[in-house]
C-alpha cells in the first residue's frame, strides 16, 4: 500500500470553488488513480478516476464542473472543484493503486487498496 495524503478542503459558499491534493508519499507508479465522497450514512461513491496517461472518468453529478488531473513525477493528482453546490457537501477521500479497464462505453475504475484520511467539504447554500 501506499501512504497517501490529502489537504484542500474546507468550507465554501455555493458557486465556489476548491481544490483538494493527493500526494503519495514514499512510493512510485502509483496506478489508476480516484476522487470519492462519501455522504453521512452512505457508502463510498466514485466521484473521478484518472489513468497513468491522464485519461479520465467523471460521475455524471460532476461532469463540467469537477476537473481530475495528475503529475506522475510528483506522485500527485488532484480534483479541481468548481460551481461547487450544497449537494456536494461530504468527506472526499483519494485512492491509489486502482485498475482502469478501457471498454465501449468508456472505461470502468476499480478502486485500489490505498486511500487517504479523507478531507472534508462543506458547501453552505
Known amino acids: 500500500q501506499v501512504q497517501l495524503v490529502e489537504s484542500g478542503g474546507g468550507l465554501v459558499q455555493a458557486g465556489g470553488s476548491l481544490r483538494l491534493s493527493c500526494a503519495a508519499i514514499g512510493s512510485y507508479g502509483l496506478g489508476a488513480m480516484g476522487w470519492y465522497r462519501q455522504f453521512p450514512g452512505k457508502q463510498r461513491e466514485l466521484v473521478a478516476a484518472?489513468?497513468?496517461?491522464?485519461?479520465?472518468k467523471y460521475a455524471d453529478s460532476v461532469k463540467g464542473r469537477f476537473t481530475i488531473s495528475r503529475d506522475n513525477a510528483r506522485s500527485t493528482a488532484w480534483l479541481q472543484m468548481n460551481s461547487l453546490k450544497p449537494e456536494d457537501t461530504a468527506v472526499y477521500y483519494c485512492n491509489a493503486g486502482g485498475i482502469w479497464e478501457a471498454n465501449a462505453g468508456g472505461a470502468d475504475y476499480f478502486e485500489g487498496s490505498s486511500w487517504g484520511q479523507g478531507t472534508q467539504v462543506t458547501v453552505s447554500s
Open positions: 484518472i489513468n497513468s496517461r491522464g485519461g479520465s
